[in-house]
């Protein structure tokens, strides 16, 4: 079992885990979660672990943020372990703070980083909406502000764990949008967890897909569609039916 360092922002992640399981809990039998699971990620890379539910992928997430140390393996990531930020599902906004002050909480008092918090949160469309409160907002404009929390951190790594499960398609597609032009601009290293084929393929530089059953990695590939094609339902379709009719 090991912990996790930091990143670097130059180095790869190094991830190895060799055996993760969940212990038997009355009935239920101890399960096996992932088994020798080992890639590396490159510095700024998009990465897009995928594959049904309950085949692994959040746990793996966790196990590289540290939150879940209970494995056997390894995971290194270099140097500066407080640049990673982790968004999760649920945009976690405190209720009885405003949309800035949500933003605000994540950085230490004095940081010059509160400066551009004002231009993040035009960013992401979410300028009119500085002092509102969550329950004032829909669920897409909370995840624009966890969006514009995750960035405002200007992490060396970024992990997102299925942060537009449960949207409209039109919601769904315009936050995609949004997440693309925020990496481009604040490049970092992301890893981002779905199991929605076509999200994986419109986001990633690369994709890992976990086996069912198998609590390992089935197919490891690169994505290189333009930005014009990642928008087209042709060419997502067809990339889809080339990587995962294998």
Partial sequence: MNGVNGINGTAPIRVSVRRKIFPAVGDREAQLVLK?????????????????????????????????TDYEGSVDLGAAR????????TPRLL????????????????????????????????????????????LGMQRRAALARGFILEPEILLMD?????????????????LTELWHSH???????????????????????LA??????????????????RHDRAAVLAEQNRIFAA
């Fill in 187 to 209: 490049p970092t290293t992301v890893i981002f967890v779905t199991h929605d084929r076509a999200e994986a393929i419109q986001l990633g530089t690369r994709i890992l897909r």
């Fill in 162 to 178: 299925e942060p537009f499960v449960s949207l409209d398609d039109p919601t769904a597609t315009s936050l995609r949008l949004l």
């Fill in 36 to 68: 020798d699971v080992s890639f590396e990620v490159a510095p700024r890379s998009f990465v897009v672990v995928t594959g049904p539910s309950g085949c692994g992928k959040s746990t793996l997430l966790n196990i590289i943020a540290g939150l879940d």
């Fill in 95 to 138: 209720p009885w703070r405003t949309v800035y002050e949500n933003i605000a909480l994540v950085l230490p008092d004095g940081d010059a980083r509160h400066a551009k918090i004002p231009a993040m949160l035009e960013r992401v469309g979410l300028g009119e909406a500085t002092t509102a409160y969550p329950e004032r907002l829909s």
């Fill in 82 to 89: 407080e640049r990673l930020t982790f968004i999760f599902q």
């Fill in 212 to 229: 069912p059953g198998k609590a390992s990695v089935a197919q490891d590939v690169t994505i290189n569609l333009t930005e014009a094609q």
